[in-house]
């Protein structure tokens, strides 16, 4: 890797300050999805080095909540200037361990960093209530103090940005944490402690554990001390880490799979919907939980919409995130790939019909070809699943009703987005359907001063905002008698 900040590149642990191997002396490769080749080498960790973070943290925070929040304030806009300073070099090491282009890597530094921007504000913000008695010889005071230890779990689709989303609100508030990146990308997590330490972060407020996800995940869950855990990740391993959550009655911030719809209704301005569904679908290769999963497109407009946005895929640029001009990188691994070749197949075999794409790219490894499916109907997979890469299935619908009910018709719930310039279809639309997050006339929804986060089985909690601060919060009543 050509970084010209060689120092963010490490390849151990990092525990109370410290750069450490796994104990058992066991290593595990990282590889660049778009060459195959080995980038790096790094431990393989499990519960006895994560019981030892968890410890550090524990001690780390008694100190750290006392310190005024300013102070919190400061050491953390610090990490956010070194981190904008090195963006160049973070967004190489996105594009290297997880293949999205380079102009994408790039923009999830700036967004990522923006969480820890505005958590350094918010810091500050932390108010507590003074709440009037019901008797005259009591005053009633309610504070807000951090929850303490917290453990992070993240994916691999955004590896800079999932882990400062957590990490910035718990520090700013006076937790301490530790975080098990995704054993695919565990580069952007080592380089965001180390800017944590050139930032002033006292040790122990940060750890970093790599390996194996078992191991970790069941001590981060049994383990007292951390008293919340917050994952974002697939469904299935966020119920498990609430079932294993219970015997301890963790809090829980769980941000799970999606399976967002994406609605053009007839007078919807269609070159600003192609556009919309270009960014929701295609972005880093289909491949976001925010991801358009189903395209419903009404009877008027059909056939135009599927013909601009076929115009559109065909000139989409395939190829290694680090070239000029490419726009779509490889999907993580084979096992994407085989998920994607499943739901499109599914999708032919019921009667579905290539608009364009449709198989595995020239390229070959984990490239797929862009692609565009006719003729969708609800008993396929592309319907009920995420699909998680660049496949766009069109849907037909009829009017707002039939929409809705095809739309709320899945137990997830984090993303939807529709088009539309009727106002009153606009704010009935947006309120019938069951979801934290509703695009209105946009494919682009998240930013750091918003609550992100769903309902129903896509999760618990929120992101971002002024919201996100109470995730890492508790409410202490105090009862002064006798005043
Ligand atoms: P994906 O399919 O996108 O990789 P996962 O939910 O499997 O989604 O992975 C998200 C994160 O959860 C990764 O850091 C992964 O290592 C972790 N993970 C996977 N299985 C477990 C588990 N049993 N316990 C704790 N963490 C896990």
Not at 348 to 370: D, N, Y
């Amino acid at each position: 890797m050509n970084l010209t900040n060689k120092a963010l590149l490490r390849d151990k642990g990092y525990i109370d300050g410290a750069w450490v191997d796994a104990d058992s002396g066991e290593t595990l490769e990282v590889t660049n999805p778009a060459t195959d080749e080995v980038i790096a080498v790094v431990p393989k960790m499990g519960a006895a080095e994560t019981r030892r973070a968890i410890e550090a943290a524990r001690v780390a925070q008694k100190l750290w909540k006392r310190r005024p929040a300013k102070e919190r304030s400061n050491i953390l806009r610090k990490w956010f200037t070194l981190i904008m300073e090195n963006q160049e070099d973070l967004a190489q090491i996105i594009t290297d361990e997880m293949g999205k282009p380079l102009t994408e890597a790039r923009g999830e530094i700036a967004y990522g960093a923006s969480y820890i921007e505005w958590y350094a504000e918010e810091a500050k913000r932390v108010y507590g209530e003074t709440i009037p008695a019901p008797s005259d010889d009591k005053r009633i005071v309610v504070m807000k103090q951090p929850i303490g230890v917290i453990a992070s779990i993240t994916p691999w689709n955004f590896p800079n940005a999932m882990i400062t989303r957590k990490i910035a609100p718990a520090l700013a508030v006076g937790c301490a944490t530790l975080m098990k990146p995704a054993e695919q990308t565990p580069l952007s997590a080592l380089a965001l402690c180390e800017l944590a330490e050139q930032a002033g972060l006292p040790k122990g407020l940060i750890n970093c554990i790599i390996g194996d996800p078992v191991a970790i995940g069941g001590e981060m869950t049994a383990n007292d001390t951390v008293r919340k855990v917050t994952f974002t990740g697939s469904t299935g391993v966020g119920r498990l880490l609430m079932k294993q959550s219970s015997d301890t009655i963790k809090k829980l911030g769980l941000e799970l799979g999606g399976n967002a719809p994406f609605i053009v209704f007839d007078d919807a301005d269609l070159d600003a919907a192609v556009e919309g569904a270009m960014i929701s679908k295609y972005r880093n290769s289909g491949q976001t939980c925010v991801c358009a999963n189903r395209l419903y497109v009404q009877e008027g407009v059909y056939d135009a919409f599927a013909e601009k946005l076929a115009a559109k895929v065909r000139e989409l640029k395939v190829g290694n995130g680090l070239d000029d001009g490419v726009v779509q990188g490889p999907l993580i691994d084979m096992k994407a790939i085989e998920k994607v070749e499943d739901h499109v197949a599914d999708a032919l075999a019921k009667g579905g019909e290539i608009v364009c794409g449709g198989k595995r790219h020239a390229l070959g490894k984990s490239f797929f070809e862009p692609t565009i499916i006719k003729n969708v109907t609800k008993e396929m997979k592309v319907a009920r699943e995420e699909t998680f890469g660049p496949v766009a299935p069109l849907f037909k619908f009829k009017d707002a009703e039939d929409v809705i009910e095809q739309a709320n018709d899945t137990e997830f719930g984090l993303a939807s987005y529709f088009y539309s310039k009727d106002m009153s279809n606009v704010f009935r639309v947006a309120e019938e359907l069951e979801y934290g997050m509703v695009g209105v006339n946009t494919g682009l929804i998240s930013n750091e001063a918003a609550p992100f986060g769903g309902v129903k089985q896509s999760g618990l909690g929120r992101e971002g905002s002024k919201f996100g601060l109470d995730d890492y919060l508790e409410l202490k009543y105090v009862c002064l008698s006798e005043i």
